[in-house]
């Protein structure tokens, strides 16, 4: 007997007992929901898929798994009674993003026919102010002390003109800004450079243009600063959300970077909230730890890594701190939730 004939038996009969003892149906009648052209991205779009039981049997909603940090997906219910309907309410976070975007929601089931159903959110971001790039980002990392000065470039679209209002700065610690016109009501470049003495460390802050601009009235752009020490640790933070921490298996990676001429041994690795990591690689310079086991501590947003290094050479000692963020999109004005 061939594999395609047994599975086609295999198949008939499973559909003779569900038949028997009754099963569920899970479907969707509209399964994508294209919000079309979004001309923000400072935002969050919003939407409730209604998820049916058209079965004869009750419905479980096994898992909701999201394929990026940037979408979350809740179910109103986990169990749906025959010909009952629940909501899948979702967000696409918009922040920092340009062009097309489609980002699809798995939805798990106990439906023998369909063990997962797919559903989309998607729009396109056309912005009538573009930021390029889209912050200023003083990375890699670089010595303590250098003069570095990074330009973003505003940009109206082929139909717009705008004008710069103001300039909120009042948020950055670590760098001045110019702002200067190249083109009238088209093109604006604004540069910031970072001052002199920042110490060494990560910071991430925001300056906050505002315009005249109806649809676009503030442009937030990033200010990512990291001046490496002899020993430093990235990521600075590790940035997890409620659909990320459902995922299995869910990993993430730190590394350990030394520069200068000192040599540094670990000597103590501490993880919270029943995180775990392991040493996996090692180069002259640079260790890599993976970190697993994320979804262990209820309250993981208040924990933290820690490794503490020595220095072989002097005995000199550091504490390198990396703690959890729980972060949750927010929904805005955009979209509908019924």
Not at 323 to 330: G, I, K
């Amino acid at each position: 007997m061939s594999e395609r004939t047994l599975a086609a038996g295999i198949l008939a009969s499973l559909l003779v007992l569900s038949a028997a003892a009754g099963m569920p149906k899970v479907a969707c009648d509209e399964p994508v929901k294209d919000f079309g052209i979004v001309d923000n991205n400072t935002q969050s779009v919003v939407h409730a898929f209604i998820l049916h039981n058209r079965g004869d049997a009750p419905l479980a909603i096994l898992g909701v798994n999201s394929s990026c940090g940037c979408t979350t997906a809740t179910p109103t219910d986990t169990t749906v009674a025959p010909g009952s309907s629940t909501v899948i309410r979702t967000a696409l976070s918009l922040q920092g993003r340009k062009g097309p975007q489609r980002k699809p929601v798995h939805i798990v089931t106990n439906d023998p026919m369909t063990p997962q159903i797919d559903l989309t959110i998607a729009c396109d971001i056309r912005l009538p102010i573009d930021a390029n790039p889209s912050g200023f980002f003083f990375t890699p990392t670089f010595p303590a002390g250098s003069e570095l000065k990074r330009t973003v470039h505003l940009t109206a679209a082929s139909n717009v003109t705008f004008g710069i209002l103001s300039i909120d700065t009042s948020a950055v610690s670590k760098a001045d800004f110019q702002l200067s016109e190249v083109l009238t009501g088209r093109v604006f470049t604004l540069t910031a450079r970072l001052r002199a003495g920042a110490e060494s460390g990560y910071g991430r802050e925001a300056v906050v243009v505002n315009t005249d601009n109806r649809s676009l009235p503030r442009i937030v752009l990033p200010v990512v600063v990291f001046i490496s020490d002899e020993v430093s640790i990235v990521p600075a933070e590790i940035v997890l959300t409620q659909s990320s921490l459902s995922q299995t298996p869910l990993r993430r990676q730190l590394f350990l970077r030394v520069s200068g001429t000192n040599a540094w041994s670990i000597a103590e690795v501490v993880a919270e909230g029943g995180a775990a990591l392991r040493e996996t690689t090692r180069s002259p310079r640079t260790v890599v730890f993976d970190l697993t086991n994320l979804g262990a501590a209820p309250d993981l947003a208040s924990k933290r890594i820690r490794l503490t290094v020595r220095c072989d050479n002097d005995g000199r000692q550091r504490d390198l701190v990396v703690p959890f963020r729980l972060w949750t999109p927010s929904p805005s004005r955009l979209g509908h939730t019924p």
